[in-house]
């Protein structure tokens, strides 16, 4: 049973910006001015450009597959099952404990205006988010949008209220702790824009995902980076070292600034669009994380019961209610390990994101078509690498021994459990296949890559597709004459409709007579008709020498035979009209001419855009 594509662009955009506005603004400023001074700013607008550059990445291979698992599903079919369990399992994890963060944060200021107990607040929504996310996606994107618009609605009031009120001695000195903490800080506070990562896990669900996971991601990221930069910039401004009062970081950082400018109802305000924070990040982390191990147990990288979809409901119900239970344990771990811990992870699965991208075009694996390409290809993936690392290594060696410990846990549950059960062809077998010259793969990954291009575009088969998954494809290595090729392609063909290849071959030569079948210099259609009832068939041919066709059209590379019986004609011109849309594409002579086999020729027509309809059929 699939999952139910429900989430519009509407909800993309709030599921991620709901995902990164969160306890990364409404928390972690008190504890990033301790590290950086008001040199934080800097911090957070440094995180938001890194982040983009994994935006980047993150939208194209999205566009490309978008499957339930997000970047782990595209890091196995890049880097292999091994990397992408350890990918699968840390970003499950991390995106676990950002949701945990949120919950945790939503129950202190719940406990700092009401006095109730942390933990049995937070454990109390967190099983209200597990049956929110039970019944569906849908209810759940619904109601992230109705949070997020009322969220981003009080953040730009604040904005707009106190940016007056910025007291310019307050950002001074500016890199107070110098410009190593600042970049350090940079890497602490990239949590704030970890709901990027949960996209992908839900691309899924998404509706049209080629266009609509990109457009959200840059909309959210965009949207959310002018927001951050701001609040903390008046927060900064406003507040100064009150931001650690006594020495201890305030918790409500955002609502004690709003207190200063716009009273006792401002703060209650802030707090509000702070609890509203909370509430939108758990939501959407819940929704994300389990979706992951779903995916590892449709790769028999996990048991298969972690990817068992309700009949009801058409969500994972199981792996959902394995989340929260993660999520219960991990309210009573220290609140800076927690932030240290999602960054850690954060950042290296954006690293993976990068050479993800970069293996699959080097690889030139032709089914690997996304939707939408990166720009500047491959220096945003190599600065944005250069820079997380660089935020990872800034961060310390517990981060990094964080990260080590995660991705060790990962590669343990790939040794004893998926290792023998998960054999996965992938893009840098295909890589290193071209550099070496030597054969490592199957047609697995270009199959599977297939069928994903066809649920994305919703591509439905028709008879012209059926037509075209049983035809003869020739691949001619050496020059001919138009004589010598029709001879070849009568030999080939005629037995299909039970004539002799003289017969065959004296149709081809009729037809080309009344004029010529070459419709551009580069593919010519010979289409005949041939007595009997009922008979249709295409056969595609690829002339890496060129063959002559007419002065105008000496080098033919693409050429298609249409042979079929007269009760077919509609069905044979609506087929000459397919293969014309297909080779319209700008792409298609480059496809045709680096097409390595037979199948991958196949394959370009399958995947061609062309109008599909019901006409096409009879």
């Not at 599921?15 to 700013?41: E, H, N, Q, R, T």
């Not at 949590?191 to 691309?203: F, N």
């Not at 030999?491 to 551009?520: G, N």
Request: glycine content about 8%; some cysteine; hydrophobic content about 50%.
């Amino acid at each position: 049973m699939g999952l139910k594509r429900d989430l519009k662009l509407i909800d993309v955009f709030s599921i991620a910006s709901g995902a990164m506005i969160s306890s990364g603004l409404f928390i972690l400023p008190g504890i990033a001015f301790v590290k950086a001074g008001p040199g934080m700013i800097i911090s957070y607008f440094l995180a938001g450009i890194l982040a983009l550059t994994g935006a980047l990445s993150q939208s194209e291979l999205v566009s490309a597959m978008p499957k339930a698992g997000g970047e782990y599903f595209y890091t196995v079919r890049s880097m292999g099952p091994a990397i992408g369990t350890i990918n699968g399992m840390i970003s499950w994890f991390s995106i676990t404990l950002k949701s945990s963060f949120s919950l945790i944060g939503m129950a202190a200021f719940v406990n700092i205006l009401f006095h109730f107990n942390i933990e049995i607040i937070a454990v109390v929504l967190t099983i209200l988010f597990l049956i929110l996310n039970i019944i569906g996606v849908k209810e759940a994107g619904r109601f992230q949008v109705v949070l997020v618009i009322g969220l981003i609605g009080l953040l730009v009031f604040f904005v707009l209220n106190g940016i007056n009120q910025v007291n310019a001695d307050n950002l001074i000195p500016f890199a107070a702790k110098g410009w190593g903490a600042v970049f350090s800080t940079a890497g602490f506070v990239f949590v704030s824009y970890g709901g990027l990562l949960k996209i992908g896990s839900v691309a899924e669900e998404t509706q049209n995902p080629g266009r609509n996971i990109p457009l959200g991601m840059f909309l959210a990221l965009l949207v959310v980076g002018v927001l951050y930069t701001m609040v903390v910039f008046v927060t900064t401004g406003v507040l100064g070292v009150n931001l650690v009062p006594d020495g201890i970081p305030t918790l409500m950082p955002i609502s004690d600034a709003a207190e200063v400018f716009l009273g006792k109802p401002g703060k209650i305000a802030l707090s509000i669009a702070a609890v509203l924070a909370f509430v939108s990040t758990a939501n959407a982390g819940i929704m994300a994380a389990s979706r992951y191990p779903m995916a590892l147990s449709r790769d028999n990288l996990l048991p298969l019961f972690f990817g068992k979809i309700s009949k009801k409901f058409g969500t994972p119900f199981l792996s959902i209610l394995l989340t929260g239970v993660i999520m219960a344990l991990s309210f009573f771990l220290q609140l800076e390990f927690l932030v240290k811990a999602a960054s850690t992870v954060i950042l290296f699965n954006f690293i993976l994101s990068c050479l993800s991208v970069m293996i699959l075009r080097f690889s030139k694996i032709q089914n690997y078509r996304p939707s939408f390409k990166s720009p500047l290809f491959p220096w945003i993936q190599i600065v944005g690498i250069g820079g997380f690392v660089f935020l990872i290594i800034e961060m310390g060696k517990e981060a990094l021994l964080m990260s080590l410990l995660m991705a060790l846990a990962g590669l343990l549950v790939y040794l004893f459990y998926g290792r023998n059960r998960s054999k996965k062809e992938y893009a840098l077998l295909h890589l290193i296949e071209r550099i070496t010259n030597k054969a490592f793969v199957s047609r697995k990954l270009e199959t599977e890559l297939k069928e994903i291009i066809r649920e994305r575009d919703n591509i439905i088969q028709d008879r012209f597709d059926e037509i075209i998954e049983n035809s003869l494809v020739l691949d001619i290595e050496n020059p001919m004459t138009e004589e010598e090729l029709f001879q070849f392609l009568a030999e080939k063909m005629s037995s299909r409709f039970h004539i002799s290849p003289e017969e065959f071959y004296r149709l081809l030569i009729e037809r080309e007579k009344q004029s010529s079948t070459a419709l551009t210099p580069y593919l010519a259609i010979p289409h005949i008709v041939i007595s009997g009832i009922k008979l249709f068939d295409i056969m595609m041919v690829r002339l890496k020498k060129g063959v002559g066709f007419s002065a105008e059209c000496p080098d033919i590379r693409a050429v298609f035979v249409l042979a079929g019986s007269q009760d077919e004609r509609n069905f044979h011109l609506r087929a000459i009209s397919a293969i014309a849309q297909i080779v319209q594409n700008k792409e298609f002579e480059k496809r045709w001419e680096k097409a390595k086999n037979i199948e991958e020729l196949r394959d370009i027509v399958l995947l061609g855009k062309r109008h599909r309809h019901s006409g096409l059929e009879k």
